[in-house]
């Protein structure tokens, strides 16, 4: 079976500029989450999807950052314009619901000059 | 809300020796303790949970026990091998919230 997959795995563009990032989660999963992670820190939520419908983005920087999840399946999370301090790894997790355990993608590292 | 504490940041140890790594949490009505193991350039994945009821889980090599009252809990890895090396993460996540918090993590190397 699939995992979650993300891409690009790495990003690299300048400050100012608009980036995304593409998640397809595991086939039949219905929850769907996009995580920051900084070097050398744990992963943080930006926010869970259900299905198409955004249930927790209270942790998404909504003037510069944005994500929909078009007929629940495929993701995108879009910055625009990127800053210097979004340089971090940007990973997705689905789950078969918001009680199972998460599976993660292998993240996309953007780096922002 | 949730805060979750992880120690030490880095550990090493010889291989076939035990590691054992600390979380403590602050929000009493988290339920669910996950550990997750990241290898470099990968996410991570989840290695053992606990939920609330439980003291202690044990799989294989690795347990993980809890101790409510004082809200923290910890990983064990015994027998350590070399293929163990990597970063390992607690989590909590409050009852209802669905939201997992994660410790800062702890990069743990195993020594031939």
């Known amino acids: 079976e699939a995992g979650v997959v993300q891409s690009p795995r790495y990003k690299i563009i300048e400050k100012k500029q608009p980036v995304a990032f593409w998640c397809n989660p595991i086939?039949?999963?219905?929850?769907l989450y996009w995580y920051l992670q900084n070097l050398g820190q744990g992963p943080e939520l930006l926010i869970r999807y259900e299905n198409e419908e955004a249930v927790d983005d209270s942790q998404l920087p909504k003037d510069r950052f944005s994500a929909e999840r078009l007929k629940g399946v495929d993701s995108t999370l879009k910055i625009q314009p990127a800053e210097l301090g979004d340089s971090a790894v940007y990973l997705c997790?689905?789950?078969?619901?918001?009680?199972?355990?998460?599976?993660f993608g292998p993240g996309t590292r953007l780096t922002v000059l | 809300g949730e805060n979750v504490e992880q120690h030490p940041s880095t550990l090493s140890v010889q291989e076939g020796d035990s590691a054992v790594i600390k979380c403590t949490y602050s929000d009493s009505a988290s339920n669910y303790f996950p550990w997750y193991k990241q290898e470099l350039g990968k996410g991570p994945q989840l290695i053992i949970d606990i939920r609330s009821n439980v003291g202690e889980k044990k799989d294989q090599r690795i347990a993980v026990t809890l101790n409510k009252t004082a809200k923290h809990f910890s990983l064990h890895i015994t027998e350590t091998q070399p293929e163990d090396s990597a970063v390992y993460f607690c989590?909590?996540?409050?009852?209802?919230?669905?939201?997992?918090?994660f410790g800062q993590g702890t990069r743990l190397t195993i020594n031939p």
């Open positions: 086939s039949g999963h219905n929850t």
């Open positions: 997790a689905s789950s078969l619901g918001a009680n199972n355990e998460q599976f």
């Open positions: 989590a909590a996540k409050i009852q209802g919230a669905q939201k997992l918090v």
